[in-house]
């Protein structure tokens, strides 16, 4: 599975992005599908994702400034970050989790996109 994300870029304090996931394949299962992010100097982090339950975690540092959305048909995954701020620059990555059949799970992850927020 193929994970491509697009849409990062610079922007000053207060604006907006909107990162944009498309995967290659449904999953036999999806458990998680949603977006982390890595700082400099910093380990990944949680963002935003989709549980199988249909609840989305959002980490409190984004919460009620970024919206997740999804396209299951077009197997597509987004993130509209606002009032972004200098500490929300981190290279951005899209994550797909779950079972390609009933006994090969599969963690995929793609290579990132650099969101930079100035001060």
């Known amino acids: 599975v193929q994970l491509q994300a697009s849409g990062g870029g610079l922007v000053e304090t207060g604006g907006s992005l909107r990162l944009s996931c498309v995967y290659s394949?449904?999953?036999?299962?999806?458990?998680?599908v949603g977006w982390y992010r890595q700082a400099p100097g910093k380990q990944r982090e949680l963002v935003a994702v989709?549980?199988?339950?249909?609840?989305?975690d959002y980490s409190v540092s984004v919460k009620g400034r970024f919206t997740i959305s999804r396209d299951v048909a077009k197997r597509t995954v987004s993130l509209q970050m606002s009032s972004l701020k200098p500490e929300d620059t981190a290279v951005y990555y899209c994550?797909?989790?779950?079972?390609?059949?009933?006994?090969?799970?599969?963690?995929?992850w793609g290579k990132g996109t650099q969101v930079t927020v100035s001060s």
């Open positions: 989709y549980k199988n339950t249909g609840n989305v």
């Open positions: 394949q449904t999953l036999f299962k999806t458990n998680t």
């Open positions: 994550n797909l989790e779950g079972y390609l059949d009933p006994w090969n799970g599969i963690d995929a």
